[in-house]
């Protein structure tokens, strides 16, 4: 990125501005500063090291049981058609070829194949 000369001189007043301003603020309120350093620095670590009861708290795969009203037929037929489901499921993402209809490339264009030249 280019900047124009006064660019650099706008941008270089406004750092030195904001230094003299934190220089102020670290002078009048240190504790205040502390504060707000040790508040960023607690949330900093648990983003980065979170303990396991906030990850329990967040764990969104949980099997969540919803009471169902029905015969235990319709029950054992639920179960069934969900066990068919992730079968189906299973199946369907695994990985398939596709075989397309593409040619030789050296008889198309040779001047494309820059490798051997």
């Not at 979170?50 to 099997?63: A, Q, T, V, Y």
């Amino acid at each position: 990125m280019h900047l124009s000369p006064k660019q650099k001189i706008g941008y270089s007043v406004l750092f030195v501005l904001m230094a003299v301003g934190l220089a102020r603020i670290l002078i009048t309120r240190p504790f205040w500063v502390i504060g707000i350093l040790t508040l960023v620095g607690v949330l900093a670590y648990l983003y980065k090291f979170p303990p396991r009861w906030l990850l329990r708290l967040n764990d969104s795969r949980r099997n969540r049981v919803v009471p169902f009203r029905g015969s235990a037929q319709n029950i054992t037929n639920l179960t069934a058609k969900a066990s068919s489901k992730k079968k189906y499921n299973k199946r369907q993402r695994s990985f398939r070829v596709i075989q397309g209809n593409k040619k030789n490339t050296k008889l198309r264009n040779p001047s494309r194949n820059t490798k051997t030249q």
